[in-house]
C-alpha cells in the first residue's frame, strides 16, 4: 500500500531555513506528481508546491515563491522541501501528497510540524 514518510521538520528561528524529506513507498515513485501542503492551526489545508513525476515542472504558492524549492530524487523514493528565509507564518503541520497518475486520487503523508519563532 502506498506509505508516505514526512521528516525533517522541527523549531527554527525567523530566516532559517529547514529541508523537509518524504519518503515514499508502496507505488511507482517515478510516474506520480508529489505535492506539499501545509496547515496552519485554525486554517484550511493549502498547497504550498508540487513536482510532476520527471522533476521538470514545478509549481509554488506566492507566499513560498524565492525562498522554498521542492525536489526529488526518483531513485531514492524521495521528495524533499528546501525551506529558506522563514517567517512566523510559515508555522504550520507541512503534509506531503502523492497522486496517483490515473484516477487523480491522493493519498497524504502524516505530517511533521514546522514551528518557526524566536
Known amino acids: 500500500q502506498v506509505q508516505l514518510v514526512e521528516s525533517g521538520g522541527g523549531l527554527v528561528q525567523p530566516g532559517g531555513s529547514l529541508r523537509l524529506s518524504c519518503g515514499a513507498s508502496?507505488?511507482?515513485?517515478?510516474?506520480?506528481?508529489m505535492s506539499w501542503y501545509r496547515q496552519a492551526p485554525g486554517k484550511e489545508r493549502r498547497l504550498v508546491a508540487s513536482?510532476?513525476?520527471?522533476?521538470?515542472?514545478?509549481n509554488y504558492a506566492d507566499s513560498v515563491k524565492g525562498r522554498f524549492t521542492i525536489a526529488r530524487d526518483n531513485t531514492k523514493n524521495t521528495v524533499y522541501l528546501q525551506m529558506n528565509s522563514l517567517k512566523p507564518e510559515d508555522t504550520a503541520v507541512y503534509y506531503c501528497?502523492?497522486?496517483?497518475?490515473?484516477?487523480?486520487?491522493?493519498?497524504w503523508g502524516q505530517g511533521t510540524q514546522v514551528t518557526v519563532s524566536s
Open positions: 513536482i510532476s513525476n520527471t522533476g521538470g515542472t514545478t
Open positions: 508502496g507505488f511507482t515513485f517515478s510516474g506520480w506528481t
Open positions: 501528497k502523492a497522486i496517483e497518475p490515473k484516477t487523480i486520487f491522493g493519498y
